[in-house]
């Protein structure tokens, strides 16, 4: 079973950047072999994709709330993902939280199937 881990959450007041990593645990795990996503829930609030990689062609979603000011990325050679959040606004605050799909070329949480503990965003205004 992969096993991971999203961090880097915290307090950030609006307009400041975070960067959020995913890291794996698991011996041998690549996160290049899978889609990837970064998601997020508000209180209260469904869980929603914020910005994917599709594993059929390595494409990336952005949901239009973030697009142009969040970003994911890879670096294979620390086995992690990245979300680069910029311009930060009181309506991202949420728990985010990495996953991982086998083959998904939506970003829609059903089909992903190995999921991090969340890590906490609060951006205060």
């Known amino acids: 079973e992969v096993q991971l881990q999203a961090y880097g959450g915290g307090l950030v007041q609006a307009g400041g950047s975070l960067r959020l990593s995913c890291a794996a645990s698991?011996?041998?795990?690549?996160?290049?072999?899978?889609?990837i996503g970064w998601f997020r829930q508000a209180p209260g609030e469904g869980r929603e994709g914020v910005s994917c990689t599709s594993s059929s062609d390595g494409s990336t979603y952005s949901a239009d709330s973030v697009k142009g000011r969040f970003t994911i990325s890879r670096d294979n050679a620390k086995n992690t993902v990245y979300l680069q959040m910029n311009n930060l606004k009181p309506e991202d605050t949420a728990v985010y939280y990495c996953?991982?799909?086998?083959?998904?070329?939506?970003?829609?949480?059903?089909?992903?199937?190995?999921w991090g503990q969340g890590t906490l965003v609060t951006v205060s205004s």
């Open positions: 996953a991982i799909a086998a083959y998904s070329d939506n970003c829609v949480p059903y089909e992903y199937a190995y």
């Open positions: 698991t011996p041998r795990f690549r996160f290049d072999d899978y889609a």
